[in-house]
């Protein structure tokens, strides 16, 4: 089996899910400033992407409308039950975030927390985000990435070849990935070492 596929990505994340949540102190601040750069507002249709247990849940308002979908039935079914705790207006599905089954242009936001860095098809990921957003709506990255115009070196590619079999990778350009789009990069701000917040608009 490989290991930078969804299967892999299937089998330990359902390992991971009862123990996930202990990232979310680490992760929390990130989040907030990614979700509230966003400006939602009642109604607005946002989807999440590899939503694992529903850690941004907490942070989105109630007047919302959310999809998260996610490859791992068990996280799907963790993030669910969050989303039916906080009274969220949520549905859940179990889904290929680089094959998605949503029509074009359907949602207002796409939120990509921890997924471009992990999907094994990051391209796949990018361009449907592009095709299921609505000329005008903007997806929010926040994630491991190289910094702008920088490429990975010969330490971090050699780190990558085990961070990325049981974590994440950590070579990713996130503007080669959204140069695969017709999106518009709209702000790319350095959250710490590796982590980046990216957000990016479909044209009208
Ligand atoms: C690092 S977790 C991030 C979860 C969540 N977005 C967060 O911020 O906590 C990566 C998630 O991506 C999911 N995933 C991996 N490959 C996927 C794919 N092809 N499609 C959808 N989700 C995927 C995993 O099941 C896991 O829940």
Redesign the pocket.
């Known amino acids: 089996m490989m290991l930078n596929s ?1 299967t892999w ?2 089998i ?3 390992l ?2 009862p123990v ?1 949540d202990i ?2 102190g680490y ?1 929390r601040q990130k ?1 907030k400033a990614s979700i509230e750069s966003l400006n939602l507002k009642a109604g607005d249709k946002v989807l ?9 849940l907490p942070l989105l308002p109630n007047d919302v409308e959310i999809t998260a ?4 039935p068990a ?1 799907v079914k963790a993030c669910r039950q969050k989303g039916e705790q906080l009274g969220l207006n949520i549905t859940t599905e179990v ?5 998605l089954s949503f029509e074009s242009n359907s949602f207002d936001f796409v ?5 471009l ?5 990051p391209i ?2 990018i361009t449907e985000t592009e095709r299921v957003l609505k000329p005008g709506g903007v997806c929010t990255i ?1 994630d491991k990435f190289v910094a702008p115009g920088k490429k990975a070196g010969v330490v971090r590619k050699f780190v990558n070849i085990f961070t990325e079999m049981i ?2 990778s950590i070579d990713r350009d996130v503007d080669e990935l959204i140069a695969h789009t017709a999106l518009e990069k709209i702000s790319h701000q350095k959250l710490s070492s590796i982590f980046w917040l990216v957000q990016a608009k479909k044209p009208d």
């Open positions: 969804n990505n299937r330990r994340y359902s991971y899910r996930y990232i979310d992760f989040r999440i992407l590899g939503a694992g247990t529903g850690l941004d979908i996610d490859i791992t996280m889904m290929d975030g680089s094959n939120i990509l927390h921890l997924i860095a992990v999907i094994p098809d796949g990921c926040m974590a994440t």
